[in-house]
């Protein structure tokens, strides 16, 4: 099994990165898609159509790319070995961290759509920051940490 995964090696870390552009790009937008939302009427055609964008944004791109994201990525650590590594750790707290993320936007995705906004237009926007934050801590982690945190 371990000699296998290791010939696939390279075509796992091609799947884990394609998937982690969908998701990137879905956590990107979503938020972006609450700001709109939000300054729609509540009730309006236009707020309607907004819940069924957010909505087919989450059940087509977002969703499975998470899913391939943690398969790929478990796939690539149980080959490379690194679950005893430091800089493999620190990535795991980030990547957990955006997972969270993701989940509170299903969640505020969901109360949006009953029309039940609990956040302002400029905490939305400033929420919008976490993806881009979270991609230089994670990409840093591991093109560069992994010379420091062995
Ligand atoms: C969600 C759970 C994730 C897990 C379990 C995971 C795990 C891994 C592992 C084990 C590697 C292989 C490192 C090596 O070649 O030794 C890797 C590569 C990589 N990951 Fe992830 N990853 C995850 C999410 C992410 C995310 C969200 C990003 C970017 C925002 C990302 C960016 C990268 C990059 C750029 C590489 C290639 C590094 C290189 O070849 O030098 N990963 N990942």
New binding site residues.
């Given amino acids: 099994m371990q000699e296998v995964l290791a010939l696939l090696y390279p075509w796992l870390?091609v799947g884990?990165?394609v998937f982690?552009i969908f998701?990137?790009a879905g956590l990107f937008m979503l938020p972006r898609f609450f700001v709109y939302h939000q300054e729609a009427l509540a009730g309006s055609e236009e707020a309607t159509r907004w819940v069924e964008r957010e909505s087919r944004l989450r059940k087509i791109i977002l969703n499975p790319a998470?899913v391939m994201?943690?398969v790929f990525?478990?796939a690539?650590?149980f080959t490379?070995d690194?679950w005893g590594q430091g800089w493999?750790h620190l990535?795991?707290l980030f990547?957990l961290s955006?997972?969270g993320y993701h989940g509170w936007m299903s969640v505020y995705a969901k109360r949006l759509a009953r029309g039940e906004p609990t956040l302002t237009g400029k905490q939305l926007r400033l929420l919008n920051e976490v993806p881009g934050i979270?991609?230089i801590l994670?990409?840093t982690t591991?093109?560069i940490g992994?010379f420091y945190l062995t």
């Fill in positions: 870390k884990h990165l982690v998701w990137m998470i994201v943690w990525g478990l690539l650590a490379a690194a493999f990535k795991l990547v955006l997972s979270a991609a994670i990409v591991v093109v992994r």
